[in-house]
C-alpha cells in the first residue's frame, strides 16, 4: 500500500506542487529570453506592456491547462481506468518537458507557452484521478492516513521545487530551460514504476464486473488473509448501485441524492483556494525583510514555508485518527486565528522591534495549520463522499471549481492586497471562519465508514431527518 501510495503521488500531486514552485525562480531569466528573442525576430525592442503580458501568459496558461486537465480527467478515469489514466497521463508531461526544454535554443517563445499548457493539463488530470485511484483501493481504517498521500507529494512538490530552482543548482541564467523540462523526471519515475501495481479494485469490480481481477488485486493490495472483508463492501457497493453507470457531471446538480455532497465538495474547494495561502506567501517576502533578513538569504528562509508544510503533511497521516472533521475545522479556526494575529502585527509593525518576529511566527503558523486540514484533506473528500457511480464526476466538478478559483485568486489577488494593504487579511479570516461554521453544521464524519454509510449520513440531509 505504500509503495503504491508512493508510485501513484509522484506523478500525481507532486507534478502539481513541483511545477507551480520551479516557475517563481526563473523570472527574470525568462523575461531576458523574450526580449532577446522578439529583438532577434523583429529588429526592435519588446514593449514593457507586451513583455508583462506575455509573462502572465506563461504563468497563468498553466491554470487554463488544469482546468482542461479537471474537465478530462474524470473522463480519462472511466475510459482507461484509475492506472490507465494516470500512465497516460505521463506522454503529456513528456512531451511538455520537451516543449519547454527546447524554447531556449529554439528561439520560440511560443513553446514555452505551450509546454505550460501541457504540464497544467497533466497537473489537472492528476489532481483529479490521483486521490481517486488512492481512495478506491486503500482498506476502510487506513483510507485517511493513505489518502493524506496527496497531500504529503503536493507539498513535497513544492519543497523540491523550491530547492531546485535556487540559484547554486537549477535556477541560474543557463540552467533555467532544463529547471522547467526537469518535468520529465516524476512522469519517467511513474511510467517505470505503476505498472507494478494493480488497477482499483472498486473500478475492475464495480465499473468492469471483473471479479476474479478484483479480487486478485485486493490481495495484493490488501493480503490474502484480509482481502475478503473489503471484497464484501465493494460487492455491497455494487450490489446497491445495481448496474448503476458513471454518471456525468451535470448529471449531479440534478440529482438530489448528492445535493448535500456536491455543495460540500465546492463550498472546500472554493475555501481552499480562497483562504488566504496565497496572499501568505506573497506577503512573507516583506515580513522576512521587515525581520531583518537580507533580501539574498531570503530565497533560503522561504524554503522554510516548504518544510512547514512538508511536516505537517506527515504529521497528518499521523494525527489522522482524531477523524477528518475535526482536523479540517481545527485548521480553519487556527487560520482564523493567525490572520487576526497578523493583521495586528502587520498594522503596528513599526512600533516595537518585536513586533515583526510575531509577523514571521505567524508566517509559518498559518501555514502549518492550513497543511493541519484544509490543504490535506480537501482534495480526498470527494473520494469519500460519493459512490463509484459518482466519484469521477465529482472529482471533475471539485478540479474545475479548484483550477477556477486559483485562477480568479490569481488575477484579482493583487488588486486586493494593493487596496486593503495589511487589512486584506480580514476578509480571509472571515472566508476561514466561516467554512469551519459550515463544515461543523454540515459535515459528518467520515472516518472508518464505508461509502454506504456516508451516503447514509447525507441521505438524512438530501431529503429530510424523517426519510
Given at each position: 500500500?505504500?509503495?503504491a ?7 500525481g ?15 527574470q531569466?525568462?523575461h ?16 514593457p506592456d ?27 478515469a ?7 489514466a ?21 528561439g520560440?517563445f ?24 488512492i481512495?478506491?483501493?486503500?482498506p476502510?481504517h487506513l ?12 507539498t ?9 530552482g ?5 535556477g ?13 523526471i516524476?512522469?519517467?519515475?511513474q511510467?517505470?514504476?505503476?505498472p507494478?501495481f ?42 446497491a ?23 460540500t465538495?465546492?463550498v ?7 483562504s ?12 522576512f525583510?521587515?525581520a531583518g ?13 516548504g ?6 503533511a ?6 489522522n ?40 511566527m505567524?508566517?509559518?503558523?498559518f501555514?502549518?495549520s ?16 460519493f ?8 472529482y471533475?466538478?471539485s ?11 490569481g ?5 486586493i492586497?494593493?487596496?486593503?494593504k495589511q487589512y486584506c ?14 463544515i461543523f ?6 472516518k ?5 454509510e456516508i451516503k447514509?449520513?447525507f ?9
Amino acid at each position: 500500500l505504500f509503495l503504491a501510495v508512493c508510485a501513484v503521488g509522484i506523478g500525481g500531486t507532486f507534478q502539481y506542487g513541483y511545477n507551480v514552485s520551479i516557475i517563481n525562480a526563473p523570472t527574470q531569466h525568462i523575461h531576458k529570453f523574450l526580449n532577446e528573442t522578439w529583438s532577434s525576430r523583429y529588429q526592435k525592442e519588446l514593449n514593457p506592456d507586451l513583455l508583462t503580458f506575455l509573462w502572465s501568459v506563461i504563468a497563468s496558461i498553466f491554470s487554463l491547462g488544469g482546468l482542461g486537465g479537471a474537465l478530462i480527467g474524470g473522463s480519462m478515469a472511466v475510459r482507461l481506468g484509475r492506472k490507465g489514466a494516470l500512465l497516460m497521463n505521463n506522454v503529456i508531461a513528456i512531451l511538455a518537458s520537451i516543449l519547454m526544454g527546447i524554447s531556449s535554443p529554439t528561439g520560440l517563445f511560443e513553446l514555452l507557452i505551450a509546454g505550460r499548457f501541457l504540464i497544467g493539463i497533466n497537473s489537472g488530470v492528476g489532481l483529479c484521478v490521483q486521490p481517486l485511484y488512492i481512495g478506491e483501493f486503500a482498506p476502510k481504517h487506513l483510507r485517511g492516513g493513505l489518502a493524506m498521500g496527496t497531500s504529503i507529494f503536493l507539498t513535497g512538490g513544492i519543497l523540491t521545487g523550491q530547492i531546485i530552482g535556487l540559484r547554486e543548482l537549477l535556477g541560474g541564467e543557463k540552467h533555467w530551460p532544463l529547471l522547467l523540462s526537469s518535468s520529465c523526471i516524476p512522469a519517467l519515475a511513474q511510467l517505470f514504476f505503476l505498472p507494478w501495481f494493480p488497477e482499483s479494485p472498486r473500478y475492475l469490480l464495480i465499473d468492469r464486473g471483473d471479479e476474479l481481477s478484483c479480487a486478485k488485486a485486493l490481495k495484493r493490495f490488501h493480503g490474502s488473509s484480509e482481502y475478503r472483508r473489503e471484497m464484501e463492501d465493494i460487492q455491497r457497493e455494487c450490489f446497491a448501485l445495481d448496474g448503476e453507470k458513471p454518471k456525468k457531471p451535470w448529471q449531479l446538480f440534478s440529482d438530489r441524492g448528492v445535493r448535500w455532497q456536491l455543495i460540500t465538495v465546492i463550498v472546500m474547494t472554493m475555501g481552499q483556494q480562497l483562504s488566504g495561502i496565497n496572499a501568505i506567501y506573497f506577503y512573507a517576502t516583506y515580513v522576512f525583510e521587515q525581520a531583518g533578513i537580507m533580501a539574498e538569504k531570503i530565497p533560503y528562509v522561504t524554503l522554510g514555508t516548504g518544510v512547514c508544510e512538508c511536516l505537517t503533511a506527515l504529521s497528518c497521516v499521523r494525527s489522522n485518527h482524531v477523524g477528518r472533521r475535526c482536523l479540517i475545522i481545527g485548521g480553519y479556526l487556527l487560520m482564523t486565528l493567525w490572520c487576526t494575529v497578523l493583521t495586528f502585527s502587520l498594522t503596528y509593525q513599526e512600533l516595537y522591534s518585536w513586533v515583526p518576529y510575531m509577523s514571521m511566527m505567524c508566517v509559518f503558523a498559518f501555514i502549518l495549520s492550513f497543511g493541519l486540514g484544509p490543504g490535506g484533506i480537501t482534495n480526498t473528500l470527494p473520494a469519500e463522499l460519493f459512490v463509484q457511480s459518482s466519484r469521477p464526476a465529482a472529482y471533475m466538478i471539485s478540479g474545475t471549481v479548484s483550477w477556477i478559483s486559483f485562477f480568479t485568486v490569481g488575477m484579482l489577488f493583487p488588486f486586493i492586497v494593493n487596496g486593503l494593504k495589511q487589512y486584506c487579511f480580514v476578509v480571509f479570516l472571515l472566508e476561514c471562519f466561516f467554512v469551519a461554521a459550515f463544515i461543523f453544521l454540515i459535515i459528518p464524519e467520515t472516518k472508518n465508514k464505508s461509502f454506504l454509510e456516508i451516503k447514509k449520513e447525507f441521505h438524512k440531509l438530501n431529503f429530510g431527518r424523517n426519510a
